[in-house]
């Protein structure tokens, strides 16, 4: 074989190594790419779902300010020891269920926490312009709101109605 010859081979094999590592780096980098885009789908996933747990925990809360009432007056984990202590109870261990305790103890006590009227009429705007702002409330405001017709008719009323509105639009 003449030097010549195997350099004029010696350009195009160099060539089609070149290309054939480049592709190969091309692919391995849109594999990983798609694979970090997945991972950031799930975390936004994890997120979403995170941020709707705590918005229906909040929504809940105001429901309970629209029905007038609080919940019990044991909030802490402290003030619950300190009643444990006083009533001469011992926690079984330490995975204790306080919020049971304070369940318990809500339905013994012999006086409840309500609030006002301005609360309650307050929470009934909140709940909907919440529902308004997070679609997937608004079936649970729906709900809500007709529970809520027996006790305060006119107010469930204007809010139903602006929330079917609402549905109608979509």
């Known amino acids: 074989m003449d030097p010549n010859e195997i350099k004029d081979w010696l350009i195009p094999i160099a060539s089609f190594v070149g290309i054939i590592s480049t592709s190969a780096g091309v692919w391995l980098a849109l594999k990983e790419y798609r694979l970090k885009l997945k991972a950031e789908q799930r975390l936004a996933e994890s997120t979403r779902a995170e941020t709707d747990?705590?918005?229906?925990?909040?929504?809940?809360?105001?429901?309970?300010v629209a029905t007038g009432r609080r919940r019990d007056p044991v909030y802490s984990?402290?003030?619950?020891?300190?009643?444990?202590?006083?009533?001469?109870?011992e926690p079984d261990d330490e995975n204790f269920d306080y919020r049971a305790l304070r369940e318990k103890i809500a339905k013994a006590a012999l006086l409840q926490s309500w609030v006002g009227n301005s609360s309650s009429d307050a929470a009934f705007a909140s709940i909907t312009t919440l529902a308004q702002r997070h679609k997937v409330l608004v079936p649970s405001t729906i709900q809500a709101l007709e529970s809520f017709s027996d006790?305060?008719?006119?107010?469930?009323k204007k809010y139903l109605k602006i929330l079917k509105n609402l549905k109608t639009d979509s």
């Open 53 to 64: 747990i705590r918005l229906f925990t909040h929504f809940t809360d105001i429901l309970e």
């Open 77 to 89: 984990k402290e003030v619950a020891e300190k009643l444990l202590k006083t009533l001469h109870i």
């Open 151 to 156: 006790w305060k008719p006119e107010l469930a």
